[in-house]
Structures are given as C-alpha cells and as structure tokens.
C-alpha cells in the first residue's frame, strides 16, 4: 500500500521504517500510527527480513503526538487513540523479528514510547528523551507511564513524568533507556551492524528469546524459568539447532537456511 506518513524500505534481510514528516519534526496521528502498525506487521510476515529498524526523517526521531491533532480530542476519541497506539506499540515490543530504533533526534512524548517499545534502542549524541505531557495538562497516553518505569525503575521514571523535563542521550544511557550512543554520522551503520550480528544467529532462537524474556520479565523467576527450560527443550528438536551445533563441532558457518 501506498503510504503518506512513512517511508518502507528493505536491503540485506533488514526492513527500515521511517517517519516522515519532518515539517511537524514527524509528530504522529491516528493515521500514521495505522500506517506503522501496517508496515511491521508487512515485516513481520515478510520472509525476506530478519530484523526491524525504526528511524526518523530529518532531525527528529518522533518528537510526540501532533497537538493539532491532539487539541480537537474529546475524551471518547482520545480513548481511541491511546489504544490505538498502545496496540501499535504492543505489536512491536511483541512481534516474533527483533525491532531496532535508531533514535536520530527528539523522542519525546510518543516518540520515546515508541523507542521503549523497539528491543534495542541506539541513539545520536544529538537525541533528546522525554515525557513532557504534563506541560499540556496531559499524561503518556501510549503506555509511556509502563514502559519507562520497568526500564528506568520507578523514582526515575516518576520525576521524568511529573517534571516533563528532557535529557539528552548520555543520561538515556546512563539509564538504561538506551543501549548504545554513538555520533550522528554513524547511527544508522552502527545499528546496521547489531542488525546484521543477529541475522548471523539462529533466527529460531532469536525469535523464541525475545518471547521468552518478555513473557517472563512480569512473571515471578521460577515461572519464568519454567517459559525458559520449555524453550531451551523445545529447541532441541529443531534442524536449526541440530545445524548450529553440527556447525560448530566442524568448525564452520551454520547454514540457517538448510
């Protein structure tokens, strides 16, 4: 489908949404966040990509929600919204490929929402992070009040909220909000270059930890060692692992794609 909030491209077994409006520092809507849902999920089912990176055209990653949008809201339609995108975001943090944000500028508001939804997150020297809602007299509305306080942990993530301050990428990192910070320049082949470390694996395993360390982070540690030693067994009677292990013990690359 043709879209007009994002830009779809694939090269290498890595599929690269962008978002593209860099006029309005590429706030999001309801219709761009339908056209984010259409594209991972495209990728999600595509067998030609193996991993998911998320990016921003121009000098914003996405710098929240388009207030233009926001301001004619009444409570029903922003209930809509709020779950719309909590859908969206969900999907992502959820899909069977790992997704990757390659946080290039503002990520506030939605935008570091949708950055705390991504599995890996790598950020320019010149991203920013931040809730700021509260400034309009608003909260998160896509999960943001969930995710940044089982990243960040609570006291942080409550003065983050509260106050609507922002930070720059070194204190993201500080955090834990982001993996990695690295110059402007290079962000996009540094994420490339993570991207292309997990294809190397085995996709089955790739696919399976990511399900595993999610469903078990709420979970108490002995049912979530129960979801791992079920993986781990399960595995075991796949030609992927049977590869991989053969693979090693002849001292060569596994063929993932016997």
């Known amino acids: 489908m043709p879209y007009e909030y994002i830009l779809v491209d694939k090269a290498d077994k890595i599929g690269f949404v962008k978002i593209n409006r860099p006029d309005v520092y590429n706030a999001v809507s309801v219709e761009a966040m339908l056209e984010l849902e259409k594209a991972v ?25 388009d207030i233009s949008r926001l301001v004619e809201m009444d409570s029903l339609t922003a209930r809509e919204y709020s779950q719309i995108g909590q859908r969206v975001l969900a999907f992502i943090e959820n899909m069977e490929k790992p997704v990757i944000a390659a946080v290039n500028g503002f990520a506030l508001g939605s935008g570091c929402e949708l950055a705390m939804a991504c599995d890996i997150r790598v950020a320019s020297e010149k991203a920013k992070f931040g809730q700021p809602e509260v400034k309009l007299g608003l909260i998160p509305g896509h999960a943001g009040t969930q995710r940044l306080a089982r990243i960040v942990g609570i006291a942080k993530a409550k003065e983050l909220i509260f106050t609507g301050e922002m930070i720059d990428a ?32 085995g996709p089955t395993a790739v696919r399976i930890a990511k399900t595993v360390i999610n469903r078990g982070i709420d979970a108490n540690l002995t049912t979530a060692n129960s979801y791992e030693t079920e993986a781990f067994s399960i595995l075991f009677s796949t030609e992927e692992a049977k590869e991989g292990m053969t693979a090693f013990l002849e001292k060569r690359k596994p063929n993932w794609n016997k």
């Open 41 to 65: 999920q495209d990728f999600n089912n595509d067998r030609e990509v193996s991993v998911v990176v998320i990016t921003g055209e121009g000098k914003s990653f996405v710098s929240g929600s």
């Open 170 to 201: 070194q204190e993201a990192l500080r955090l834990g909000l982001v993996n990695k910070v690295v110059a402007p320049d290079v962000l996009l082949e540094e994420v490339k270059s993570i991207a292309r470390k997990i294809i190397e694996v």
